[in-house]
Protein backbone atom coordinates (compact mmCIF):
# COMPACT_ATOMS: atom_id res chain seq x y z
CA UNK A 1 0.00 0.00 0.00
CA UNK A 2 1.26 3.14 -1.05
CA UNK A 3 -0.51 6.94 0.39
CA UNK A 4 0.90 10.29 -2.01
CA UNK A 5 0.00 13.33 -0.93
CA UNK A 6 -0.33 16.39 -2.30
CA UNK A 7 -1.35 20.13 -0.81
CA UNK A 8 -0.61 21.82 2.21
CA UNK A 9 2.01 25.05 1.79
CA UNK A 10 2.06 28.30 3.86
CA UNK A 11 -0.93 30.47 4.25
CA UNK A 12 -2.28 33.11 6.66
CA UNK A 13 -4.81 32.66 9.50
CA UNK A 14 -8.30 32.59 8.31
CA UNK A 15 -7.10 31.11 4.38
CA UNK A 16 -7.71 28.14 3.26
CA UNK A 17 -5.94 25.02 2.08
CA UNK A 18 -6.73 21.42 0.32
CA UNK A 19 -4.54 18.51 0.78
CA UNK A 20 -5.34 15.43 -1.30
CA UNK A 21 -4.03 11.88 -1.04
CA UNK A 22 -4.45 8.84 -3.19
CA UNK A 23 -3.86 5.43 -2.06
CA UNK A 24 -2.54 2.57 -4.53
CA UNK A 25 -1.69 -1.02 -4.10
CA UNK A 26 -4.50 -2.91 -2.91
CA UNK A 27 -8.37 -4.07 -2.96
CA UNK A 28 -9.67 -4.68 0.40
CA UNK A 29 -12.78 -2.45 1.48
CA UNK A 30 -12.79 -2.64 5.35
CA UNK A 31 -10.34 0.47 6.02
CA UNK A 32 -10.49 3.70 6.70
CA UNK A 33 -8.68 6.10 5.97
CA UNK A 34 -7.94 10.44 6.88
CA UNK A 35 -5.28 12.79 8.00
CA UNK A 36 -3.40 12.57 10.96
CA UNK A 37 -0.80 15.65 11.85
CA UNK A 38 1.92 16.42 14.18
CA UNK A 39 2.59 19.69 15.36
CA UNK A 40 6.24 20.95 16.58
CA UNK A 41 6.82 18.98 19.83
CA UNK A 42 3.63 17.27 20.24
CA UNK A 43 2.53 13.96 19.90
CA UNK A 44 0.56 12.83 16.62
CA UNK A 45 -3.11 13.69 16.85
CA UNK A 46 -5.66 12.16 14.28
CA UNK A 47 -7.56 15.52 12.30
CA UNK A 48 -10.20 13.54 10.39
CA UNK A 49 -10.82 9.95 9.05
CA UNK A 50 -13.30 8.68 6.74
CA UNK A 51 -14.63 4.57 6.80
CA UNK A 52 -14.56 3.50 3.30
CA UNK A 53 -17.60 0.83 3.52
CA UNK A 54 -20.10 3.02 5.25
CA UNK A 55 -18.74 6.99 4.83
CA UNK A 56 -18.92 7.26 8.54
CA UNK A 57 -16.10 10.73 9.27
CA UNK A 58 -14.37 11.41 12.62
CA UNK A 59 -13.56 15.13 12.73
CA UNK A 60 -11.24 16.59 15.87
CA UNK A 61 -12.99 18.95 17.90
CA UNK A 62 -10.89 21.38 17.26
CA UNK A 63 -11.41 20.78 13.47
CA UNK A 64 -15.17 20.84 13.36
CA UNK A 65 -17.17 23.28 11.15
CA UNK A 66 -13.97 24.24 9.56
CA UNK A 67 -12.62 20.75 7.79
CA UNK A 68 -14.45 18.99 5.56
CA UNK A 69 -12.99 15.45 4.57
CA UNK A 70 -14.51 13.90 1.19
CA UNK A 71 -13.55 10.86 -0.51
CA UNK A 72 -13.93 9.16 -4.30
CA UNK A 73 -13.92 5.60 -3.20
CA UNK A 74 -13.75 4.60 -7.00
CA UNK A 75 -10.45 6.34 -7.42
CA UNK A 76 -9.37 5.69 -3.56
CA UNK A 77 -8.93 9.19 -3.17
CA UNK A 78 -9.38 11.32 0.02
CA UNK A 79 -9.32 15.24 0.45
CA UNK A 80 -9.54 17.50 3.32
CA UNK A 81 -10.79 21.10 2.70
CA UNK A 82 -9.01 23.32 5.47
CA UNK A 83 -10.73 26.68 5.93
CA UNK A 84 -10.48 29.54 8.76
CA UNK A 85 -6.78 28.04 9.21
CA UNK A 86 -5.54 28.96 12.67
CA UNK A 87 -1.55 29.09 13.30
CA UNK A 88 -2.30 26.07 15.75
CA UNK A 89 -3.18 23.85 12.45
CA UNK A 90 0.18 24.13 11.52
CA UNK A 91 1.96 20.89 11.65
CA UNK A 92 2.98 18.18 9.56
CA UNK A 93 0.20 16.49 7.78
CA UNK A 94 0.03 12.64 6.98
CA UNK A 95 -2.15 10.81 5.04
CA UNK A 96 -2.89 7.47 6.45
CA UNK A 97 -5.03 4.01 5.93
CA UNK A 98 -6.00 1.56 8.97
CA UNK A 99 -7.12 -1.65 8.09
CA UNK A 100 -10.63 -3.84 9.32
CA UNK A 101 -12.11 -1.09 11.32
CA UNK A 102 -15.17 -3.43 11.93
CA UNK A 103 -13.00 -4.87 14.47
CA UNK A 104 -12.65 -1.64 16.30
CA UNK A 105 -16.17 -1.93 17.73
CA UNK A 106 -17.32 1.54 16.18
CA UNK A 107 -14.68 3.08 18.15
CA UNK A 108 -12.27 4.93 15.95
CA UNK A 109 -8.47 3.65 15.96
CA UNK A 110 -5.90 5.65 17.73
CA UNK A 111 -3.16 7.94 15.68
CA UNK A 112 -0.81 4.70 16.51
CA UNK A 113 -2.85 2.02 15.21
CA UNK A 114 -3.33 3.05 11.66
CA UNK A 115 -1.33 0.35 9.87
CA UNK A 116 0.15 2.91 6.83
CA UNK A 117 1.32 6.44 6.39
CA UNK A 118 2.04 9.10 3.49
CA UNK A 119 5.45 10.62 3.44
CA UNK A 120 3.81 13.97 4.92
CA UNK A 121 2.80 17.32 3.85
CA UNK A 122 3.75 20.27 5.63
CA UNK A 123 1.02 23.30 6.51
CA UNK A 124 2.15 26.47 8.30
CA UNK A 125 -0.86 28.94 9.56
CA UNK A 126 1.41 32.09 10.20
CA UNK A 127 0.79 35.67 9.14
Known amino acids: VQLVESGGGLVQPGGSLRLSCTAVGFSLDDYAIGWIRQAPGKEREGVSYISHNDSRVYYHDSVKGRFTISSDNAKKMVDLQMNSLKPEDTGIYYC?????????????????????WGQGTQVTVSS
Open 96 to 116: ALVWALSLYSGRWPEANEFDY
